[in-house]
């Protein structure tokens, strides 16, 4: 039997590694109707209403109430007894110790269907989820790295868009192509983070400190720290 019997819908992080493991899934199925969310959206309860027995989720904190998890957070697998009584009602838990949860998906799905045109990106979404990824290609700002930045639960039909395209088998190339102009502004935009980071960080003890008050500008920890 299919893990994805009686599955409707998927709940998934909103990142690269989030759809990932979604368009896997939507690869095996494609009627999957898929919605894109946040962990503080879960653990608030925001999705209940999206989260039954037909529905599986993916990256994100573990549910009860859902019939297929797939993850590999530790914080959040659930425990032995969640596990029992989760798989007991009727859930299938497929919680896996690797570098990503597409790779969990990944690895489920493989001898069912054919994801070769998944090959060439699953070990990005790999380095980007578990921290793997070099300082150089960091820097380096390559269209797979600016693509996961494209992704965001403010864009649901971006989302959609790119997730389709994955799901659907259009090779890595072409769906880079696609979405050029977003990229390009993208890395324009990364060019700009960090004249301002350049200019205004510096360092006490060790600690980074970059204050990008007032300049309108906003990035995160990571850019900071390749920085430094």
């Keep these: 039997m299919s893990p994805l019997e009686g ?3 998927v709940v998934a992080d909103s990142d690269l590694d989030g759809l990932m ?3 896997v899934l939507k690869a095996s199925k494609p009627e999957l109707e898929v919605h894109f969310a946040h962990p503080a959206l879960l653990r ?3 999705l209940d209403h999206l989260i039954d027995r037909e529905t599986a989720i993916c990256d994100l904190p573990f549910h009860q109430g859902c019939g297929l998890y797939l993850d590999h957070h530790f914080t959040n697998r659930p425990d032995s007894v969640q596990q029992e009584e989760f798989e007991a009602a009727g859930g299938v838990c497929h919680w896996r110790d690797t570098p990503s949860a597409a790779r969990v998906a990944y ?3 493989k001898d069912r269907l054919d994801l070769s045109h998944l090959e060439e990106i699953m070990p990005i979404v790999d380095a980007l989820d578990s921290g793997g ?3 150089e290609d960091f820097m380096n700002d390559g269209p797979v790295i600016r693509l996961s930045r494209s992704l965001s639960i403010s864009d649901p039909d971006h989302m959609q868009v790119v997730l389709n395209q994955f799901s659907t088998g259009v090779a890595l190339d072409e769906i880079l192509k696609s979405h050029k102009s ?3 502004a993208l890395r324009d935009d990364r060019k700009l983070q960090e004249k301002f980071v350049q200019e205004r960080i510096h ?3 060790e600690l ?3 204050d990008l008050s007032d300049t309108g500008v906003r990035t995160n920890g990571y850019l900071v720290t390749a920085l430094a």
């Design 7 to 9: 599955i409707v819908r």
């Design 21 to 23: 493991a979604a368009a």
């Design 44 to 46: 608030a309860g925001k």
């Design 107 to 109: 690895d489920l799905m």
């Design 133 to 135: 990824i070099t300082l």
């Design 182 to 184: 977003r990229l390009e």
């Design 203 to 205: 360092i006490v003890d």
């Design 208 to 210: 980074a400190i970059c």
